[in-house]
């Protein structure tokens, strides 16, 4: 793929609204990453976020992840996020929220590979599971490098593939989503060569595996109640595309990676 992900791909195809709405049922309410709140948690905790500091979330999703971080760190987020489907729901979140978390929440529809950000602005760059997206990681890593503060923090997870011959089933799922997946060396060697130090690489397939396991254990029983309030089809679609991530991440073809740098 020569190119990032259109908005009118992941509007239409991927991240329709409904599509959105399903995906935080098994997820979490207000969460579009693996683990939802519970992986958000665990990771935050070894981020050493301090009040006031300011995280720019790219692919900030309906929110999850700046709304907690705001009314539990109180650091100062900026969500970006090129899908208008999320964008829209969040920002309904968002005036819900409360004046403090309100305050510390800056919500964004737009491409992260095209819009221009103060250099040396933010003290964390944070993305879970988006980068996936864009081909251009190594033009990527390093506008993010330029944009972190001297000593500030990038935090990243995302799909990854495994460093071996992949399945024509594997193959044919990244084609057709329009992702650009490299293997955890791979990825950590772009971060590497866009100047950052101290780079963490960490292949999370095992957690990620207990993860799926556990949201379609406890998404199944809930199945009547999602049958009505959207539809068998995509109560189906959901715990089919669940299944067979677990197929792809046993079988090696697919992996989830973990990446954290300093600048």
């Known amino acids: 793929m020569s190119k990032p992900a259109s908005q009118e791909f992941l509007d239409n195809y991927q991240y329709t609204r409904q599509s959105v709405l399903c995906y935080e049922r098994i997820f979490g309410h207000t969460w579009v990453s693996t683990g939802g709140e519970t992986t958000t948690k665990d990771f935050l905790i070894t981020m050493g976020l301090v009040p006031g500091q300011r995280v720019l979330d790219v692919g900030c999703g309906t929110g999850g992840s700046a709304f907690y971080m705001a009314r539990h760190y109180g650091v100062h987020v900026h969500g970006v996020d090129l899908s208008t489907n999320m964008i829209n729901i969040a920002q309904d979140r968002h005036n819900r929220e409360d004046n403090y978390v309100k305050s510390k929440v800056k919500l964004e529809e737009g491409d992260i590979t095209k819009i221009e950000l103060p250099k040396e602005s933010y003290d964390v760059i944070y993305s879970r599971d988006t980068i996936l997206h864009i081909p251009t990681k190594e033009q990527l890593f ?122």
């Open 142 to 263: 390093k506008t993010f490098y330029s944009w972190l503060k001297p000593g500030g923090t990038l935090f990243i997870t995302d799909y990854c593939r495994g460093d071996q011959q992949h399945s024509q089933e594997f193959l044919a799922y990244a084609e057709k989503r329009e992702y650009d997946l490299r293997t955890v060396k791979g990825y950590g060697k772009v971060i590497e060569e866009a100047g950052f130090t101290q780079v963490e690489a960490t292949d999370l397939t095992p957690t990620f595996i207990n993860i799926l396991t556990n949201e379609l254990k406890y998404f199944k029983p809930q199945s009547q109640a999602f049958i009505k309030d959207y539809s068998e089809k995509d109560y189906k679609e959901i715990v089919e595309g669940w299944e067979t991530k677990l197929v792809r991440c046993r079988s090696g073809d697919q992996v989830w990676g973990m990446f954290k740098a300093r600048k």
